[in-house]
């Protein structure tokens, strides 16, 4: 167990639909990471927050936008869903999101598009 | 961005050692991690290495060349719960929006056999 929670654990909606995937990174962690990982693609990074602010991006698609909060835990908005968007979503956290600090990873979200 | 590249499968049998090779191409290194991950769970830290050589963690041990963009996860004495997908991360110097994410290989689906 990583310290790092997720819910929900699944979520099958249809497409056209927006969810809300949510995250609590570990005691005292103050960087959340969010991933996305389907079988063609592998694990691929989409965004950092550091202290509730955006600290780096990645290949996030413009339908889903991310924040953090004042007690640190983070979520994840994915509007307009399309079949593609199935996959598993990781979060991830560390303590300052230094360039060598370890990231733990949340068990995931496993979403389904209908 | 980067280019990192692991075989795609790997099988061994118990007891045995078995080497998982990755390479890759960075604009600014800043490290590699490996992650273990077991179908539809979390990746979890395996190690980590900054500075070329040979870091030992117990049946596992984690090897960097810089200069030759090369890394290797050595696992000793197999077990059958090693069987995993073994993922190659590496992160980036990195400037303004990309700074110390972390890229991820495709990983190496390895299978231990009795």
């Known amino acids: 167990d990583s310290g790092v929670t997720q819910t929900p654990k699944h979520l099958i909606t249809a497409t056209g639909q927006r969810v809300t995937l949510r995250c609590s990174p570990r005691?005292?962690?103050?960087?959340v990471y969010w991933y996305q990982q389907s079988l063609d693609q592998g694990l691929q990074f989409l965004i950092q927050y550091y202290n509730g602010e955006e600290r780096a991006k990645g290949n996030i698609l413009e339908r889903f936008s991310a924040q953090q909060f004042p007690d640190l835990h983070s979520e994840l908005n994915l509007s307009s869903l399309e079949l593609g968007d199935s996959a598993l979503y990781f979060c991830a956290s560390s303590a300052s999101g230094g360039a060598q600090e370890t990231q733990y990873f949340g068990p995931g979200t496993r979403l389904l598009v209908l | 961005g980067q280019n990192i590249d692991q075989p795609t499968e790997m099988t061994a049998t118990e007891g045995a050692i078995v080497q998982i090779n990755c390479t890759y191409q960075t604009s600014g290194f800043n490290g590699l991690f490996w992650y273990q991950q077991h179908a539809g769970e979390a990746p979890t830290f395996l190690s980590y290495?900054?500075?070329?050589g040979l870091e030992e963690k117990g049946r596992f041990s984690s090897f960097l060349s810089r200069s030759k963009g090369y890394s290797y996860l050595l696992l000793k004495e197999l077990q059958m719960k090693d069987s995993a997908s073994y993922l190659c991360a590496v992160r980036d110097l990195g400037r303004g929006s990309t700074l110390g994410r972390l890229y991820f290989g495709r990983g190496t689906q390895l299978t231990v056999w009795p």
């Open positions: 290495n900054v500075l070329d």
């Open positions: 005691s005292g962690d103050l960087s």
